[in-house]
């Protein structure tokens, strides 16, 4: 006799306050020489760093989010008239991120400060939440918690109970618990920079399967 089972699929969405500020700048520049261009990238570093620490921060707050170095090239026409490109130099990009408590008098004084410094980057700023896994594990207790809500519903229809789980499936992704809030600005124009920001609820959802065997 083949044994009867129920497969359900259950969806939960939730909605959370942010409770961290995460700013992220890029720095950049080219220059002819590969030697010259990791010079100025650590130049450039250097002051960001100094700059962050004058603002409260310590150097193990800060963190590299990224960090390239590539050869630059240009397009031109020769002696014949013919299009051809050329290595010019090269050109590094480094992404530094430094993260702290929902603030938004703190984001008006860091960024403040950092555009009076005369620090040339592009800057961004991100909300998320900071305990990302007990976010996760409670998305998924209550999509299976739905799961089971509507197995009972179908089972009793039927005329059986819910037995034993035969399996469990679930999306691997990780949900995205952050959104930039707008997108980079120069840090250069932001000599002042006053803001009220009342960042809205990050909403992420996830969908479970179960097999149920009936009884």
């Given at each position: ?52 620490m ?102 009793k ?19 995205d ?20 920001i ?18």
């Amino acid at each position: 006799m083949r044994k009867r089972r129920i497969k359900v699929s259950g969806l939960c969405r939730l909605s959370l306050m942010p409770d961290t500020t995460e700013i992220s700048f890029n720095l950049s520049g080219t220059c002819a020489e590969y030697e010259s261009t990791i010079a100025l990238s650590a130049e450039k570093t250097n002051l960001l760093y100094e700059a962050l620490m004058a603002t409260g921060f310590l150097k193990s707050d800060i963190g590299t989010g990224s960090f390239s170095v590539v050869p630059e090239f240009e397009n031109y026409t020769d002696e014949k008239g013919n299009y051809k490109r050329r290595q010019i130099g090269y050109s590094f990009s480094h992404m530094i991120n430094v993260s702290f408590p929902l603030d938004s008098a703190r984001l008006s004084e860091i960024i403040t400060a950092l555009g009076k410094s005369g620090i040339e980057a592009d800057f961004s700023v991100s909300f998320k939440l900071s305990d990302k896994e007990a976010a996760k594990n409670m998305l998924l207790d209550s999509a299976v918690a739905d799961c089971r809500e509507k197995a009972e519903i179908l089972a009793k229809a039927a005329g059986a109970t819910l037995g034993k789980v035969g399996y469990i499936t679930y999306s691997r992704n990780s949900p995205d618990f952050s959104y930039m809030a707008g997108g980079p600005a120069k840090l250069s124009k932001m000599s002042s920079f006053d803001v009220d920001i009342n960042p809205s609820e990050i909403t992420v959802s996830d969908t479970v399967s179960i097999v149920w065997k009936l009884k």
